[in-house]
């Protein structure tokens, strides 16, 4: 079945440090990758997406490539703020099954950022 | 607006409780979910509507019922709770459930079960 795996974290790192995530995926078919974001008390909110390989999804300073020679999907920010703390979810939307897609998420990466 | 919206923001319950939580959505989505997260978790999906008829139902414990009365509301009718349901309860929505839209999410409901 499809799956997903992140690093794990959690993940701390100055202001304006380099970020990457690494997020790598088992699918059949030619599935959707996406980058969630969840701030402390909130809900999960669309950070990027791509829907075919070699796309790039980019928001807010932040990139990822869908890679299918490598099956990868890695979140990465040149530079980031205090602001960038939250709990980053990578996931795949592939399968179709009884009629509806299922999002498979990874484990999540806790990431703060200290200023 | 890809705007999800959920309430009660926070919920406290006893186990012989009715409450029922709400989610709504305005973007002409054709699909709506119910994921629950507990703490350190990626959240699970509890129950797919699409065309407001279920779809899915994840083997979820028959004390959580759902409930699509049109294609822009989705209720979840909660009773007899136990205290492991204590979660947040998250709704999304996507343009139908037959592909791999986007699903958008609502900022959900912290529930509390005493």
């Known amino acids: 079945g499809n799956s997903v795996t992140q690093m794990e974290g959690p993940v701390t790192l100055s202001e304006e440090a380099f970020l990457t995530i690494n997020c790598t995926y088992t699918?059949?078919?030619?599935?959707?990758l996406f980058w969630y974001v969840q701030y402390p008390g909130e809900g999960l909110q669309l950070l990027l997406k791509a829907t075919k390989a070699d796309d790039k999804g980019s928001n807010k300073g932040f990139e990822a490539t869908y890679r299918k020679e490598t099956t990868s999907f890695h979140l990465e920010k040149g530079s980031v703020q205090v602001s960038d703390s939250a709990v980053y979810f990578c996931a795949l939307s592939g399968s179709i099954i009884q009629g509806a897609q299922k999002l498979v998420f990874g484990q999540g990466t806790r990431l703060t950022i200290n200023p | 607006d890809t705007e999800v919206t959920q309430t009660p923001k926070h919920l406290v319950m006893g186990m012989t409780n009715k409450k029922s939580l709400k989610c709504e959505q305005h973007?002409?989505?054709?699909?709506m979910y119910w994921y629950k997260q507990k703490a350190k978790k990626p959240p699970e999906l509890m129950f797919v509507y699409s065309y407001e008829k279920l779809s899915i139902n994840e083997s979820v414990p028959s004390r959580f019922s759902p409930e699509c009365p049109n294609s822009s509301l989705l209720n979840l009718h909660l009773h007899a709770l136990q205290p492991e349901d204590s979660a947040l309860y998250l709704c999304?929505?996507?343009?139908?459930?037959?592909?791999?839209?986007?699903?958008?999410f609502g900022p959900g409901t912290r529930l509390t079960v005493l």
């Open positions: 699918a059949t078919g030619y599935p959707s």
């Open positions: 973007m002409g989505h054709r699909a």
């Open positions: 999304a929505s996507s343009l139908i459930a037959e592909s791999t839209d986007t699903q958008y």
